[in-house]
């Protein structure tokens, strides 16, 4: 039985999806003024927070599993800094091919100077609305990482989820380690929308 206080919790961040969600839509122009306040209720009401992403990868070792793994991904209408945050394992569009995403953990957001090891590399500050995205295998080279090491910084916009939780196998299964904030954040959705059995559904392996 899910907390009245974890419910309210709850309901506050559907709100701000809803809202961010609806208005997004309406500066795309894809909804007119009368149809702004409809599409937040609508928002509210119907769907969820979260869905199903299925990865699979060297990349993302430990934190997930190299044969594959279903993740529980919550959405994110509007990343910006206030929304995603440092140490947050993201799912972004795939800087070569819009149609695949990956799964790469927040390093540096816009503002960070991004000094290379390399001493031929010119250290640059990441402009307004860029980030910086790593591999958590630290055994992989650039290419094979596939991350900003590779293709250089990428827009804020290109992010779409926040990883919450993580199933491997039946017994292996868990949430994920974000920053300290965002888990906070999430913890009334993971409480809400979790669904193991519906995990375990959907999963490939």
């Given at each position: 039985?899910?907390?009245?206080?974890t419910?309210?919790?709850y309901?506050?961040?559907?709100?701000?999806?809803?809202?961010?969600?609806?208005?997004?839509s309406?500066k795309?122009?894809?909804?007119?003024?009368?149809?702004?306040?409809?599409?937040?209720?609508?928002?509210?009401?119907?769907?969820?927070?979260?869905?199903?992403?299925?990865?699979?990868?060297?990349?993302?070792?430990?934190?997930?599993?190299?044969?594959?793994?279903?993740?529980?991904?919550?959405?994110?209408?509007?990343?910006?800094?206030?929304?995603?945050?440092?140490?947050?394992?993201?799912?972004l569009?795939?800087?070569?091919?819009?149609?695949?995403?990956?799964?790469?953990?927040?390093?540096?957001?816009?503002?960070?100077?991004?000094?290379?090891?390399?001493?031929?590399?010119?250290?640059?500050?990441?402009?307004?609305?860029q980030?910086?995205?790593?591999?958590?295998?630290?055994?992989?080279?650039?290419?094979?990482a596939?991350?900003?090491?590779?293709?250089?910084?990428?827009?804020?916009?290109?992010?779409?989820?926040?990883?919450?939780?993580c199933?491997?196998?039946?017994?292996?299964?868990?949430?994920?380690?974000?920053?300290?904030?965002?888990?906070?954040?999430d913890?009334?959705?993971?409480?809400?929308?979790?669904?193991?059995?519906?995990?375990?559904?959907?999963?490939?392996?």
């Open positions: 039985m899910v907390p009245w206080s419910w309210c919790r309901i506050v961040n559907k709100l701000e999806y809803s809202f961010s969600n609806s208005w997004k309406y795309r122009g894809q909804i007119s003024d009368r149809e702004l306040q409809d599409a937040v209720w609508k928002n509210l009401f119907q769907g969820k927070l979260t869905y199903l992403h299925w990865n699979k990868g060297e990349a993302m070792v430990p934190t997930i599993g190299e044969q594959g793994s279903t993740l529980l991904v919550r959405k994110i209408p509007i990343a910006d800094p206030t929304r995603v945050f440092l140490g947050d394992v993201v799912v569009k795939d800087p070569d091919n819009s149609e695949n995403y990956l799964v790469r953990r927040l390093a540096a957001t816009e503002g960070y100077e991004m000094v290379s090891k390399d001493e031929k590399d010119e250290s640059f500050v990441l402009e307004k609305d980030c910086w995205v790593l591999a958590d295998n630290e055994k992989l080279k650039p290419k094979e596939k991350d900003s090491r590779l293709f250089g910084p990428v827009s804020m916009t290109d992010i779409v989820g926040r990883v919450i939780y199933l491997q196998t039946a017994v292996d299964h868990g949430p994920v380690q974000n920053s300290q904030y965002s888990m906070q954040k913890s009334p959705v993971l409480e809400v929308e979790l669904d193991v059995d519906d995990m375990m559904k959907n999963h490939k392996a």
